[in-house]
């Protein structure tokens, strides 16, 4: 009963480390994105709200990652402040052996590796999805995120624009050509002075109107039909293409994965599902592997450093692992090693120097 309270304090002593490291590491990470975010809010014009749907997104895609880091940041938290204090040495004092001191720490590894193997394969496809199509939205909801001045662009609605002055506010644009070849058998080329882009309020993304003024209309079948205009309205909409585009592999759900193996799709496309399966359960068990390293740098006897340095380690661990990671990834999508090998080679390595770690302290 005693041994079974100290571990209860010792794993309740691990959560607020946790939700701080979640909260540190998911500052480090939006602090990457702050440029990305300074596009949305000053070239696409997004509000407030929509920034934050955004930034929730973007954190929501990020927490398979952010779990195993935030774990090994509680784990050194707490560990290593038992070894500070020499806590340690006064629960072997009683008896406590060093396989029921580390148990708090494998039994939230464990959890926390359960509910990222759900995130990553259901909640962080679900964020990076909806913030792809999000994304997709804004791209057209000015045209100056899209159209250059001088500069034939391809990226509104389809159309190939062409202005020579864009006005980025008012979305005001001076001598214009459109080739529009939407419908490819009756391809058309507009010629106009001026010209704006309102988008719709409610769907910006996907309908909008281009109203052009003094210019005119030319096709070309068997004969050339010019029709000169004062004022012409083109309705640009796009209701379902987002929604309808393939997903981005981080957007891909477990059923998204079985579905594609099931179908035996060409090797290139094989070796991207098995990355991407693979990669996901190893950031899951990666929690126990951080976990077990946790513990082990944690309580080295010798250690008796301010709490300031559990950090530092902490970083230095986890850089030192998706460094690992990143090239061990490298070679599964180059085809050198199997996905089922590679993309377990840091778990692999990681894990023996934590067992080899905790074997010494226990000798």
Same mark, same amino acid.
């Given at each position: 009963?005693?041994?079974?309270?100290?571990?209860?304090?010792?794993?309740l002593e691990m959560l607020p480390g946790f939700l701080l490291g979640m909260s540190v590491f998911l500052m480090i990470i939006l602090m990457f994105q702050i440029l990305r975010l300074t596009e949305f809010a000053l070239i696409h014009g997004v509000d407030a709200g929509t920034l934050s749907e955004i930034i929730l997104y973007i954190c929501i895609s990020m927490l398979p990652a952010l779990f195993p880091m935030s774990l090994l940041f509680a784990v050194l938290w707490t560990y290593g402040r038992l070894s500070q204090d020499s806590e340690i040495?006064?629960?072997?004092?009683?008896?406590?052996?060093?396989? /029921? *001191?580390?148990?708090?720490?494998?039994?939230? =590894? #464990?959890?926390?590796?359960? @509910?990222? +193997?759900?995130?990553?394969?259901?909640?962080?496809?679900?964020?990076?999805?909806?913030?792809?199509?999000?994304?997709?939205?804004?791209?057209?909801?000015?045209?100056?995120? /899209? *159209?250059?001045?001088?500069?034939?662009?391809? =990226? #509104?609605?389809?159309?190939? @624009?062409? +202005?020579?002055?864009?006005?980025?506010?008012?979305?005001?644009?001076?001598?214009?050509?459109?080739?529009?070849?939407?419908d490819p058998k009756l391809p058309l080329t507009i010629i106009a002075k001026t010209g704006q882009l309102k988008p719709d309020p409610d769907t910006p993304g996907h309908k909008a109107l281009l109203r052009l003024e003094n210019g005119s209309?030319?096709?070309?079948?068997?004969?050339?039909?010019k029709i000169n205009f004062e004022t012409f309205d083109v309705n640009l909409s796009d209701p379902l293409e987002i929604q309808e585009r393939e997903k981005s592999a981080q957007s891909w759900t477990w059923s998204d994965i079985q579905?594609?193996?099931?179908?035996?799709?060409?090797?290139?496309?094989?070796?991207?599902?098995?990355?991407?399966?693979?990669?996901?359960?190893?950031?899951?068990?990666?929690?126990?592997?951080?976990?077990?390293?946790?513990?082990?740098?944690?309580?080295?006897?010798?250690?008796?450093?301010?709490?300031?340095?559990?950090?530092?380690?902490?970083?230095?661990?986890?850089?030192?692992?998706?460094v690992l990671?990143?090239?061990?990834?490298?070679?599964?999508?180059?085809?050198?090693?199997?996905?089922?090998i590679s993309l377990w080679l840091p778990n692999i390595g990681f894990g023996s120097f934590a067992l080899y770690s905790l074997k010494k302290i226990w000798d």
């Open positions: 009963m005693k041994n079974m309270r100290i571990q209860l304090a010792l794993f040495i006064a629960l072997r004092a009683c008896g406590l052996s060093m396989g /029921t *001191i580390m148990i708090p720490a494998l039994v939230l =590894g #464990l959890l926390i590796g359960l @509910v990222s +193997a759900q995130t990553s394969f259901e909640l962080a496809p679900w964020g990076n999805r909806r913030f792809e199509v999000l994304f997709s939205n804004l791209k057209q909801t000015k045209a100056a995120a /899209t *159209i250059k001045a001088g500069t034939f662009s391809e =990226g #509104l609605f389809d159309l190939v @624009v062409y +202005a020579n002055k864009i006005d980025s506010d008012t979305n005001i644009m001076q001598d214009i050509f459109i080739y529009d070849e939407r209309i030319h096709r070309k079948t068997e004969t050339h039909t579905n594609q193996l099931d179908l035996n799709p060409p090797k290139s496309e094989m070796i991207k599902l098995k990355i991407e399966w693979n990669k996901r359960m190893a950031i899951s068990i990666m929690c126990v592997v951080f976990a077990l390293i946790g513990v082990a740098l944690g309580i080295q006897p010798h250690r008796r450093a301010a709490r300031s340095s559990g950090f530092m380690i902490c970083l230095a661990v986890i850089i030192g692992y998706w990671y990143v090239a061990c990834e490298g070679l599964a999508r180059g085809g050198q090693i199997s996905p089922s």
